[in-house]
């Protein structure tokens, strides 16, 4: 098993910035990939960005790429979420997930840290 806290979120003004983290515990060296998602209020949720363990491979989802940047530090098996240039439609709860080498879906989600930017 692989326990996932986020940390980092709350109230910010357009155009601010936020750093979201996630701290893996437990099995952490059976992480091939971890990911972040959000989702908002009556809407489903989505991908974000993700990253590999190995930090050789990240990926962006369009609406968020140019403003956040996903790093890890596998020393705290930490991963992170810099989040600049917030838009109110950033709005939502982030949560952070991990999966395995042979998974296809995140197997570990985090309870998720409310993002809440305002206009």
């Known amino acids: 098993q692989v326990q996932l806290v986020e940390s980092g979120g709350g109230l910010v003004q357009a155009g601010g910035s936020l750093r979201l983290s996630c701290a893996a515990s437990g099995r952490t060296f059976s992480i091939y990939r971890m990911g972040w998602f959000r989702q908002a209020p009556g809407k489903e949720r989505e991908f974000v960005a993700r990253i590999s363990w190995s930090g050789g491979s990240i990926l962006y989802a369009d609406s968020v790429k140019g403003r956040f940047t996903i790093s890890r530090d596998n020393a705290k098996n930490t991963v992170f979420l810099q989040m600049n240039s917030l838009k109110p439609e950033d709005t939502a709860v982030y949560y952070c997930?991990?999966?395995?080498?042979?998974?296809?879906?995140?197997?570990?989600w985090g309870q998720g840290t409310q993002v809440t930017v305002s206009s």
């Open positions: 997930a991990a999966r395995g080498p042979t998974s296809y879906e995140y197997d570990f």
